[in-house]
C-alpha cells in the first residue's frame, strides 16, 4: 500500500491516498502489518482524545478528554452525550457531524489531530493511550 505525505502552506503534515493538484508528496510504502495502514480510516478517531488547557477571554479552559465511539460523542466527567450523525474520513480529514454541527480534523499524525476552534485558532487532540 502507498500512502502519500505532504505538508500544506500553513505546515501542517497530512497524510491521505491522494494528495492535493500540484502538492509535493513523500509516498509512504506501507505493509499490510502497518499501524498507520491500518489506523489511517473512518475509525481512526475512536476513542479518548486529551485536549491542553487554553486561555480564552482572560479565563483558563482546562484539559478535557474527549470520547469517541461510533455513535456517541461525550466529555469525560460529563453525564451528557450527543449523537453522531455523519462520522467520515477522506484524504486525512475526518468529519464528525452531530446534528447540524459539523467538525472537520486534520491527521496530524499517529495520535495527534488538529481541529480548527473559533475564538483559539486551531487546537489538538492527542490520543490517550
Not at 502519500?4 to 500540484?22: C, F, I, L, T
Not at 510504502?29 to 482572560?58: C, E, H, P, Q
Amino acid at each position: 500500500m502507498i500512502l502519500k505525505k505532504w505538508v500544506d502552506a500553513k505546515g501542517n503534515v497530512h497524510y491521505g491516498d491522494r494528495s492535493p493538484a500540484g502538492q509535493n508528496t513523500e509516498n509512504l510504502k506501507l505493509d499490510s502489518n502497518s499501524k498507520v495502514a491500518i489506523k489511517m480510516d473512518k475509525n481512526f478517531l475512536l476513542g479518548k482524545w486529551r485536549t491542553d488547557s487554553v486561555v480564552y477571554n482572560g479565563q483558563t479552559i482546562p484539559s478535557m478528554i474527549y470520547n469517541f465511539d461510533k455513535t456517541t460523542f461525550r466529555v469525560e466527567g460529563k453525564t451528557e452525550q450527543a449523537v453522531i450523525s455523519t462520522y467520515s474520513y477522506s484524504n486525512g480529514v475526518i468529519t464528525v457531524a452531530i446534528g447540524a454541527i459539523s467538525q472537520n480534523s486534520t491527521v496530524v499524525d499517529d495520535n495527534t489531530v488538529s481541529y480548527p476552534a473559533i475564538g483559539l485558532g486551531k487546537q489538538l487532540l492527542n490520543r490517550v493511550k
